[in-house]
């Protein structure tokens, strides 16, 4: 069976902290798998915030999220702080991704670890535009490595 495994960066140059609320808590009494996007969302908004932008206008076109992979590492739960950092990683024409890693703030157990595809948009006439090349240099300083590896759980053959 295929999995996913997401590698971050050895450094962030961005971090915010997020409080998990009740209504993050599913009926198993942790953060509902569902809600971690919603924070990742929330981090987010503050990244472009705190280069400048929202996430419907970057430099006159806006964004959207075209992928998500994720990995849970541990429970979080009502009341814990969490500490998500994030960088952008792959710079492409129209695009990045978005490397981000979830830490429970006091003890530094990792939460949940991921990438999120961004692709830029003209809403007005609806098409995926190029990344304006004033965020690329912008994001230059949060460049990290590939984030998305795909490992395949199969039996190794026997070398011929």
């Keep these: ?22 209504s993050h808590i599913n009926y198993g009494g942790h ?54 950092r994030m960088g ?16 429970e703030k006091s003890t530094q157990r990792e939460v949940a670890r991921g990438k999120t595809g961004i692709v830029f948009f003209d809403y007005e006439t609806r098409k995926v535009v190029p990344m304006p090349d004033a965020l690329r240099d912008k994001l230059a300083r949060f460049d990290a490595p590939s984030a998305l590896l795909l490992a395949v759980d199969e039996p190794q053959g026997v070398p011929a």
């Design 88 to 103: 952008a990683a792959d710079l492409g024409r129209k695009g990045f991704d978005m490397v981000w890693s979830m830490n």
């Design 1 to 22: 069976m295929a999995r996913i495994q997401i590698r971050l960066p050895s450094q962030f140059a961005f971090s915010t902290d997020l409080t998990l609320y009740q």
């Design 31 to 84: 953060l509902d798998n569902a809600l971690l996007l919603s924070l990742v969302s929330e981090a987010r908004v503050r990244f472009f915030k705190l280069l400048g932008y929202t996430e419907l206008n970057v430099e006159g076109v806006g964004i959207v999220v075209s992928d998500a992979a994720l990995q849970y590492r541990s429970e979080a739960f009502h009341g814990e702080v969490m500490v998500l």
